[in-house]
């Protein structure tokens, strides 16, 4: 039986100790939009979990090159309007490669707003166009402290470009959150999948 630094046991061929917490993704519900004009879920974001992750497959717009966006609630869905802060930059390039980038995405960040939080860039409408990426929410039901996440997303971005965007920020409530919902700034979610997952 060893031991890491951080005091993690290892059995005698060198694996992890059985019980050890290995950060397993436990799938809690999957949601498919058509036509939707969100997706919300409100059940299930409980104490349960330390962190939840969503993961959002081929979303696709009704509407051209629209933000996909999120908010939390802390009254089960009746309303969406928590506090939050946030900070974003993005990497881009064209299908042509005649342009890139790399930068802070000043109009995609807020400083203790309650709006509509941007979780990728402009989504194109067309057939083949979609995002995909994830949002990761940590501990959503505290009480004592602030509820960080992270978010990463893939665009194919509706002028042809390929943008990765990274966002990250905090509600600043010490309620619990206890619902999100997904949509788009305007328009429909005419199809994709938003998983839920647990994190053990």
Do not use: W
């Not at 206890?178 to 305007?186: E, L, R, V």
Request: aromatic share 12%.
């Amino acid at each position: 039986m060893g031991v890491i630094s951080n005091g993690t046991t290892l059995i005698d061929n060198g694996a992890l100790d059985p019980a050890v917490p290995t950060g397993s993704l436990i799938l809690l519900s999957t949601q498919t939009a058509s036509a939707s004009a969100s997706i919300e879920f409100t059940s299930g974001i409980d104490s349960t979990y330390d962190s939840y992750v969503f993961k959002f497959i081929d979303i696709h717009p009704a509407t051209d090159k629209q933000y996909f966006t999120f908010q939390g609630s802390t009254d089960g869905g009746s309303t969406y309007a928590t506090t939050v802060t946030t900070t974003d930059f993005a990497a881009y390039h064209t299908e042509s490669g005649s342009a890139s980038g790399l930068g802070y995405e000043s109009g995609a960040d807020q400083a203790q707003g309650t709006g509509l939080i941007k979780i990728s860039n402009t989504v194109g409408n067309g057939a083949d166009e979609c995002c995909v990426g994830y949002l990761h929410l940590f501990n959503p039901s505290s009480t004592t402290y602030v509820k960080n996440f992270i978010n990463r997303s893939q665009t194919y971005q509706g002028d042809n470009y390929s943008v990765d965007e990274y966002k990250a920020g905090y509600f600043n409530t010490t309620s619990a959150i206890n619902a999100i919902k997904f949509q788009f700034a305007s328009g429909n979610i005419d199809d994709g999948i938003i998983k839920m997952y647990g994190v053990k």
